[in-house]
């Protein structure tokens, strides 16, 4: 049974910085990546970041290339979002999730999820 549980979120002023931590465990398959995604009220759930856990290379959505990074321990089972120059169009619940069923690591492919921490960034 895996779990995902993410810790981090808080409530900062405009231009300040966040680390978001997810924790993994209960593994039965290898996660082949993990990501970050996040839903603004009243938005569909959209990415944010995925790493692949074997090689570490990283992806990143449009808006947030160059501000936020993603990254994770040794073992691959904790993934962090370092976010920087935040913005209040970046109030969200972000959430974290592996995929463990294909390499492809598209959206689709993420088959657990987290609870999800609150990011609230005010002007």
């Known amino acids: 049974h895996v779990q995902l549980v993410e810790s981090g979120g808080d409530s900062v002023q405009a231009g300040g910085s966040l680390r978001l931590s997810c924790a993994a465990s209960?593994?039965?398959?290898?996660?082949?990546?993990m990501g970050w995604f996040r839903r603004s009220p009243g938005k569909e759930r959209e990415w944010v970041a995925k790493?692949?856990?074997?090689?570490?290379?990283?992806d990143y959505a449009d808006s947030v290339k160059g501000r936020f990074a993603i990254s994770q321990d040794n073992t691959g089972n904790t993934v962090y979002l370092q976010m920087n120059s935040l913005k209040p169009e970046d109030t969200a619940v972000y959430y974290c999730?592996?995929?463990?069923?294909?390499?492809?690591?598209?959206?689709?492919?993420?088959?657990?999820w987290g609870q999800g921490t609150q990011v609230t960034v005010s002007s």
């Open positions: 999730a592996t995929a463990t069923r294909s390499l492809r690591c598209m959206m689709v492919d993420f088959n657990y």
């Open positions: 209960g593994y039965t398959y290898s996660s082949y990546c």
């Open positions: 790493i692949y856990t074997g090689a570490g290379n990283t």
